[in-house]
Structures are given as C-alpha cells and as structure tokens.
C-alpha cells in the first residue's frame, strides 16, 4: 500500500514550458486535492476532484488544469510555466465525506526560472 | 466564511519544554477541527482530530480539546524533543465537506 505518489520529485522548467505533475492513489479514495505551498507560507487550494470525471476550481487555479478519468489519478496540467509557479506542489486524497482526514503525497519541488 | 487562526512562529523551545500551539476558528456550523503536522522535506500528516465539542484528540504525546465556547482547538504537548521540530497546521473541516488549513506554525526544539 504505497498511499498517494507523486512524480516527479524535483523539476526546473523554464518559462513558458509546460509540464504535468503526476498523482496517484491506491486507497480507493473518491477525493482528490492538489495544493500548493510556497515558501513559509501555508497551503492553497488549486483544484480539487470528488470522483472520476469531475473537477472543480479551488482558491488559485489560475494557470492550471486538471482531469479526472480514473479515480486513482489526478494530474496536474502547467501550461505556460511562469516564475509566480515556482512553488512545492502537494497531492492529497480523502474519502468522501471525510474531507479532514487527507493523505498526502512527498511533494514536487518545482522551480521556474 | 469559516477560517482557521493560528498563532504566528517560528517558535523556538528547548527540549522537555511545555508546547502550546493556540488555534482559533470561525464556523457558522459545527465543524471537525484537525492538527496535522509537516516534518522537513515531506507532505503533511494528519496528527490529531475532534469531530465534536468537548472532544480530546491526542496522539505522539500531543493532546488538543475543542472548546466551542472559545472556538478554540489549541494544540499541547508537555515535554517536547528535538524530533517535534516541524511545522504544525491547524485544519477545519466543515458538514458541507469544505476544508480550511491555518498558515501554519513552525516550531524549533533545540537540545
């Protein structure tokens, strides 16, 4: 039981390049989160998923996308990498209804230079 | 809306020192209140939680109660160790399944 994985671990990209993070979970959780904490500073909310097929926007989705096709992954889509994106990224899952009760992914330490 | 508030850091102990880590909230309803902690370099883990009032989350030796007459979920341990050295996020969670993390408190413990 590996939890909730991401990939990759570390990533420089340079402006204007695009990437996608990875996520993956292997509890059966319905509810799917992608955060982002930037230095010293707490957790925002980009977009979040309560089920395959379905996505919402969170409190900073500006720059990203996202999609849902199966219920163990939840990639996160950067287009057009900018300095304001260098962040560490988070995944988390949780099981509906349970919403205070996350697990989280290591982290992907992204820099845009 | 509902919030999180918790105290500001860094906060710097030695060890076998008392913590206290205050964490107030805002709620139009009766919410779940959490601690989760981040130790350096790794995602968040959940530490403790109280789904109702007058409930006592404890785990690893720290201990919270939520207080609805002070919307307060302040988190304690009573000997810390150099190993507690993290950041430490107090969370709500909503019925309507919304979740609010604080801004975090980061806490030092020095030998």
């Known amino acids: 039981n590996a939890g909730v994985t991401q990939t990759p671990k570390f990533r420089i990209l340079k402006i204007g390049q695009s990437m996608t993070l990875q996520c993956t979970q292997d509890?059966?959780?319905?509810?799917m989160y992608w955060y982002r904490q930037d230095p010293g500073m707490g957790l925002k909310l980009i977009y979040y998923s309560v089920g395959a097929g379905i996505t919402d926007k969170g409190e900073v989705p500006n720059g990203y996308n996202v999609s849902r096709s199966t219920t163990e992954d939840f990639p996160l889509r950067l287009e057009l990498a900018a300095p304001s994106q260098t962040s560490v990224y988070f995944c988390?899952?949780?099981?509906?209804?349970?919403?205070?009760?996350?697990?989280f992914g290591p982290g992907t330490r992204l820099t845009v230079t | 809306g509902d919030s999180v508030t918790q105290m500001e850091g860094p906060v710097t102990l030695s060890e076998e020192a008392f913590l206290t880590i205050n964490c107030t909230y805002t709620?139009?309803?009766?919410?779940?209140l959490f601690w989760y902690v981040q130790y350096p370099g790794e995602g968040l883990q959940l530490l403790l939680k109280a789904t109702k009032a007058d409930d006592k989350g404890s785990n690893k030796g720290f201990e919270a109660t939520y207080r609805k007459e002070t919307t307060s979920f302040h988190l304690e341990k009573g000997s810390v160790q150099v190993s507690d050295s993290a950041v430490y996020f107090c969370a709500l969670s909503d019925p309507g399944n919304q979740f609010y993390f604080g801004t975090g408190t980061s806490l030092t413990v020095i030998p």
């Open positions: 988390a899952s949780s099981y509906p209804g349970r919403a205070g009760e996350q697990y």
């Open positions: 509890m059966n959780h319905n509810y």
């Open positions: 709620a139009t309803g009766y919410p779940s």
